[in-house]
């Protein structure tokens, strides 16, 4: 493993003038980056990352070309009046006079500013001393615009005097050399090693705000080397548990941190710059072919300031063969259109190199949506508790928010060969329900999976070239996808639109009854409930058998175990149970993503929930309403920056997908990082068929309808990423 020796303040001051050789072929310049900042509302992610600053282009799928990250406020920064400088991107505030604490070793400047008040610096803001901290790596680094030098600032900025010819401390330690931190060279915007022992400038920081648009997470660093450093202070948006997640296939992994979406196993073929680009632009996999090179700050957001070896720690944390060398980024030098700026996955540091040098490649995709959105539950009007139509503006219901992948329209297209299309889910179900169940026979359970799984073309008007085994009984979700929650009645619904023979109750679905497994979910298409009975009764059957292709398509139930009508557990193969179908997307290896905020993010759907189930207790429905419109940062354990508003009660489809079919109830979500998660829940969809009645989900996967102002229930807040 290479080490970089540590530079003399005017030699290093010299060397990061110019560009040098990159990481597997020849010398390089030393540097460090990172953003920062403090915990705004979490949107795509814990953070979101800010532009580079970058706007000359100079090939395709450069960091110019496609400018990823938070665009930058305007103006960037407010001169505040009091001998400060707030920095409108990341909400960080800054001494404005950027000589005054001049040159003295880290310590020094650790204690001087620790020291700074008003009145001090031509500082007049009303501060005392210990509000002002030396910045860390990543918040000093969130300064930096990669397309300036001298300094290496934004164009227009309010700091007066900055020192270009000198460096700047920041408070983090070096992980393999505890005797060095990093520093800020102002002329070329590099972070690199400096003996603690030598003189540099300070450049205070203080104040963080909810508000900014990017947000920096914290460097990693832990521990502490002197009081007010970064492992003392530990300042930024903490990082999520787990912080990577691997995919299904193990081909790729998401940093929860960032939402970014990274190749598992790079090929570590050492390439020059251009050829970097066209190898990440031309790479498919895990179902994406939008595959880039990452920018400078995607690619140091990778870097954790505690370790000594970054290449190891990646590899513990799910990636495989990340090698100690150099990785290229998209980002090009301010000073020169020869080299780009490349990250060490060794020490973390950020070099510049020259394009014709050969260094690693790491492509990034852009994540972001969830690999299963919900659809909405198309309910438009919104009920008193009284079961009146009232306005919805600002009643917080279902109807007023409308949450979710709208419908198409056509929702159903008949296909003229004896199926119909669902456009929402893509699934094909069959056209003529009455065929299966003629004069409303019934089936047991077992006979119900059997005669599904039978049909094929030529029967029941089928002439779409099916076979055995490509029909099946639909899962809990597919049942209940079925259900429109505008209408009091989905059977006459559905049968108005090309559906035949639709009737009102008891079609069987293939899932068990997880609590007691001699039972099975059932669902009504009048009431849109879905409840469970036994196995031996009589269930109706409507098959189905996969499309594809839609807008909102339907994740697994979490059903792996099957089941005979005892109860016992059996072999699935050949049953055409859920357990054995699996039908639906795939659940992200990591379901629950822990924000340590007093937040937990639904690797599925996307949704944000509130860590602490039972914050709120039990209320009626319009109290439950009404309290978590209230719901903000500081109540309920929250420090996400939410605001009153962003909150809201979920409707039908979000509460219901927290449900696994797999378990015996949904308390068991305790396991996940939730807290005190109770046996059920409202929803804010009303009962179309009982506007009195509102929806609630039950912890064993029971969807009933109940009595808006009779009924406690508890309540569980959830928010969007946006």
């Known amino acids: 493993m290479r080490r970089k020796g540590l530079i003399g303040p005017l030699l290093f001051v010299l060397a990061m003038t110019a560009c040098g050789g990159g990481g597997g072929g020849g010398g390089s310049t030393e540097a460090s980056s990172s953003p920062g900042a403090a915990p705004p509302m979490k949107t795509t992610a814990a953070v979101d990352l800010p532009r580079t600053g970058q706007t000359a282009t100079f090939a395709a799928g450069d960091d110019a070309t496609l400018a990823k990250g938070v665009a930058w406020p305007d103006p960037r920064f407010t001169d505040n009046g009091n001998g400060t400088v707030t920095d409108n991107l990341t909400g960080l505030i800054w001494l404005k006079k950027a000589d005054c604490i001049g040159p003295r070793n880290w310590a020094g400047a650790l204690a001087a500013v620790n020291a700074l008040a008003s009145g001090q610096c031509t500082l007049n803001d009303g501060s005392r001393a210990g509000d002002w901290r030396l910045p860390n790596r ?5 300064l930096v615009d990669y397309s300036e030098t001298g300094p290496a600032l934004p164009a227009v900025h309010p700091f007066i005097n900055v020192n270009v010819q000198d460096v700047y401390w920041t408070s983090s330690t070096v992980g393999w050399n505890t005797y060095s931190v990093l520093i800020l060279n102002m002329a070329s915007g590099h972070l690199s090693l400096y003996f603690k022992g030598d003189g540099g ?12 648009p990017a947000s920096v997470p914290k460097s990693g660093q832990t521990t502490r080397y002197a009081a007010g450093d970064d492992g003392d202070l530990e300042k930024g948006v903490a990082w999520p548990g787990p912080r990577f997640t691997v995919d299904g296939a193990g081909l790729c992994v998401t940093d929860n941190l960032t939402d970014l ?4 196993t790079p090929d570590n073929t050492a390439r020059t710059w251009a050829d970097a680009l066209t190898y990440a632009n031309g790479l498919t996999l895990c179902g994406h072919d939008d595959w880039r090179l990452p920018n400078v700050n995607e690619l140091e957001s990778l870097v954790n300031a505690e370790v000594a070896d970054i290449s190891l720690w990646l590899n513990m944390q799910g990636f495989s063969n990340v090698l100690a060398d150099y990785y290229w980024s998209s980002s090009t030098c301010a000073d020169s259109a020869d080299c780009s700026w490349v990250v060490s996955m060794n020490m973390g540091n950020v070099y ?62 008949v296909n003229n060969d004896g199926t119909i299309r669902d456009n929402l889910t893509g699934l094909l179900w069959l056209e003529d329900i009455g065929c299966v169940n003629p004069q409303g026979q019934l089936q047991d359970w077992l006979n119900a999976l059997d005669s599904a799984n ?24 597919e049942l209940r996808s079925l259900i429109n929650y505008e209408e009091a009645n989905s059977a006459a619904w559905l049968n108005g639109l090309g559906l035949i023979n639709v009737v009102p109750e008891g079609y069987g679905s293939s899932s068990t009854y997880a609590y007691n497994p001699n039972w099975a979910f059932v669902g009504s298409m009048v009431t849109g409930n879905i409840s469970s009975t036994s196995k031996t009764v009589g269930f109706l059957m409507w098959p189905v058998r996969a499309g594809g292709g839609a807008p909102a398509g339907l994740a697994e139930t979490g059903q792996t175990t099957c089941y005979n009508a005892a109860g016992a557990v059996v072999a699935c193969a050949g049953t055409g149970q859920d357990g054995e179908e699996k039908a639906g997307d795939t659940w992200p290896a990591q379901r629950f993503i822990d924000y340590r905020d007093g937040t937990i993010a639904d690797g599925l759907t996307g949704l944000i929930w509130l860590k602490d189930a039972d914050c709120f207790k039990t209320r009626t429905w319009q109290q439950a309403l009404s309290d978590v419109k209230g719901l903000a940062n500081g109540a309920c354990g929250l420090s996400d920056g939410s605001a009153a508003g962003d909150w809201r009660l979920p409707n039908v489809n979000e509460l219901e997908s927290l449900f696994n079919a797999e378990s015996s109830g949904i308390e068991l979500l305790s396991g996940q990082g939730f807290i005190n998660v109770g046996l059920s829940y409202w929803s804010s969809t009303t009962s179309a068929k009982d506007p009195a009645s509102a929806i609630a989900v039950i912890g064993d996967g029971t969807i009933q309808a109940t009595p808006k102002a009779l009924d406690p229930y508890p309540v569980w807040p959830v928010r969007d990423r946006k």
């Open 261 to 264: 979406m990274w190749v598992r």
């Open 201 to 212: 400038y300070a450049l205070p920081v203080r104040a963080e705000r909810f508000d900014a």
């Open 352 to 413: 510049t190199s020259f394009r014709a040098s050969a260094n690693r490649v790491l492509p990034v995709h852009d994540a972001g949506a969830a690999p299963s959105p919900l659809a909405t539950t198309s309910q438009t009007t919104c009920y008193g508790a009284s079961g009146a139509i009232i306005d919805c503006a600002g009643t917080g219901q279902d109807g007023e928010f409308q949450k979710g992948a709208a419908w198409p329209s056509p929702r159903f297209s």
């Open 138 to 142: 990543k918040e000093f680094r969130s």
């Open 454 to 477: 039978r049909l094929n073309t030529g029967e029941c008007g089928l002439s779409d070239g099916s076979s055995e085994g490509e029909w099946r009984l639909p899962n809990r979700k």
